[in-house]
C-alpha cells in the first residue's frame, strides 16, 4: 500500500510558479514510479509529468514541457512539481499518483497508477 498526501496548490496569476509536493508513506518510496495528473471541471485527468523509481527518466505531457518539472527526494518520500509561467489553462485539481510497475518505461494512462492523492486545487487567473 501507498499513502500520498499532496500539498503547495493555491491562487496565483499567470505568468507565476508553484511548487506541489506529494509525500509518500507505506511501500519502499524507491519501489515505484510517480506521477502527477491533473483534472479541470468537466475533463478527464490527465497525464502531466512522470518520473521513474529512481529519478533517473522523466516524461511530461506537451502542454507542460519546459514550463514544469518533477523531481524525486528519495530520502524524503517526497515527490515535486515545480511550475513556472503558469497559464489559465493549468487551473485543475492536481493529483499525485503511484505505478507499482517499474518493468517497463513510464506510463501516462490513469489506469496504470494504483494509488491515488486526494488532490490539490490549483487556479491560474487571468
Known amino acids: 500500500q501507498v499513502q500520498l498526501v499532496e500539498s503547495g496548490g493555491g491562487l496565483v496569476q499567470a505568468g507565476g510558479s508553484l511548487r506541489l509536493a506529494c509525500a509518500a508513506s507505506?511501500?519502499?518510496?524507491?519501489?515505484?514510479?510517480l506521477g502527477w495528473f491533473r483534472q479541470a471541471p468537466g475533463k478527464e485527468r490527465e497525464f502531466v509529468a512522470a518520473?521513474?523509481?529512481?529519478?533517473?527518466?522523466?516524461s511530461y505531457a506537451d502542454s507542460v514541457e519546459g514550463r514544469f518539472t518533477i523531481s524525486r527526494d528519495n530520502a524524503k518520500n517526497t515527490v515535486y512539481l515545480e511550475m513556472n509561467s503558469l497559464k489559465p489553462g493549468d487551473t485543475a485539481v492536481y493529483y499525485c499518483?503511484?505505478?507499482?510497475?517499474?518493468?517497463?518505461?513510464?506510463?501516462?494512462?490513469?489506469?496504470?497508477?494504483?494509488?491515488w492523492g486526494q488532490g490539490t486545487q490549483v487556479t491560474v487567473s487571468s
Open positions: 518520473v521513474r523509481w529512481s529519478g533517473s527518466r522523466t
Open positions: 499518483a503511484a505505478d507499482l510497475n517499474i518493468l517497463g518505461g513510464i506510463r501516462t494512462t490513469p489506469s496504470a497508477y494504483a494509488f
Open positions: 507505506g511501500r519502499n518510496f524507491n519501489t515505484y514510479n
